[in-house]
């Protein structure tokens, strides 16, 4: 499945997971690393560092003054938060594995509690797509769309949520970007009488995914310094001598 539609960067981070489902992220086409950085509306950067093995992912940033690492075994379907300066580290399961939907190259394929239904074959904007009926059941209820995947690159086309928002993208040109081909795409968000809100992504189709994101916030994300290459299996491990700290269940209210 495409990193484009899973997450943003295949950063481990809430801030980089788009779409409407956080999902675990999916491989990229190959192994890279780069660096990251972000811009809010203030002008306040914040860089950071991530590395793209097979079916792994490591991420370096500045949390709060101290080194977060998040790593992603997407084989052993778990996640790892590391803390350098505490020596320590917290595990959280995935849940991919268990409960997740089986139907092979659907929008519910690794989503737990996902059902998908093909509808047919469609076009958005002149573009091949196949089209979906999608349920998504959570513990805060339900969410049914329709969404448009196109054939050629796997990339949500159309999303029209029951009761809620409508998104479309479209490409607009092929551009380069840190010396790189890319696809610029425009993400259109829409509901009821509200002004429509537009994103725009560079889609690098080498990567299989987007390295850059500016959003009508005015939030800017992007990969820079991209190097091609295999990735030192070490990054993806935890060092023998971290703790494990497993996290109190918070009291029911």
Known sequence: MSGFRQVFFLSCTMMFIGGGAAKAA??????????TYQTGPDQTERVGHI??????????????????????????????????QQQSYIEYPMGGAEGAATLKGSPCEGIPGAQCKKLGDDKIQGRSATKWDVLVKGQGGSMRSTQWIGKQRSILLR????????MEQRMLAVEELNGRQV????????QNNQSPQSSAR????????????????GY????KNIAIGIQDPVLFTIPDYFKKIVPQPQPAR
Request: no cysteine.
């Open 26 to 35: 999916s491989p990229a086409a190959v192994e890279f690393s780069a660096d």
């Open 51 to 84: 590395y793209v093995g097979k079916n792994r992912i490591r991420s370096e940033m500045e949390q709060h003054g101290q080194q977060v690492v998040n790593i992603i075994d997407s084989e052993k379907q778990v996640t790892w938060v590391l803390y350098p």
């Open 159 to 166: 999303q029209e949520i029951q009761g809620g928002p409508i």
């Open 183 to 190: 696809e610029k795409w425009e993400m259109t968000v829409s």
């Open 202 to 217: 560079w889609f690098d189709p080498e990567l299989n995914l987007a390295i850059k994101e500016v959003n009508a916030a």
């Open 220 to 223: 800017v994300r992007e990969l």
